[in-house]
């Protein structure tokens, strides 16, 4: 079977999630202008039912998050769409974090301090998995 990223026509879709909506609008755009589908979460609650929409979306997932934190919202959305990828966007790093990311079984822990093309390597060069 062929994978989605094969599909004529095929764009990756990503979830923004962020408190700071400036940073979130920067990220989007260059996911855009790359091709991306992009959506805009408010929260992590509006993140998860964003991403049961979609099969295996992409999600870029803030740390610090008003309704509930983003390494829950992280967690959650794991469980419930096992496909997605998450990646946390934290205001700092530290071996603690890494390791509680890698726990939670996110694609990674990117500091919000690194610029939209550090970010773009780091999600655009991970494949999507395909159920079936």
């Given at each position: ?16 999630a962020h408190r700071d909506p400036l940073h ?12 991306w589908r992009v959506r805009f979460a408010a ?24 309704e509930e934190g983003g390494w829950l919202t ?59």
């Amino acid at each position: 079977m062929a994978r989605p990223e094969e599909a004529i026509g095929y764009r990756p879709e990503l979830i923004v999630a962020h408190r700071d909506p400036l940073h979130a609008g920067r990220i989007g755009a260059a996911f855009r202008q790359r091709g991306w589908r992009v959506r805009f979460a408010a929260s992590g609650l509006e993140a998860r039912a964003l991403a049961r929409e979609l099969e295996a979306p992409t999600v870029l997932l803030g740390t610090e998050q008003d309704e509930e934190g983003g390494w829950l919202t992280c967690a959650k959305l794991l469980l419930e769409r096992p496909l997605a990828r998450v990646f946390l966007l934290s205001p700092v790093l530290t071996p603690e974090r890494r390791r509680f990311a890698a726990f939670l079984g996110a694609s990674g822990l990117v500091s919000e301090r690194d610029d939209v093309r550090t970010l773009l390597r780091l999600v655009a060069g991970v494949r999507v998995p395909v159920a079936g």
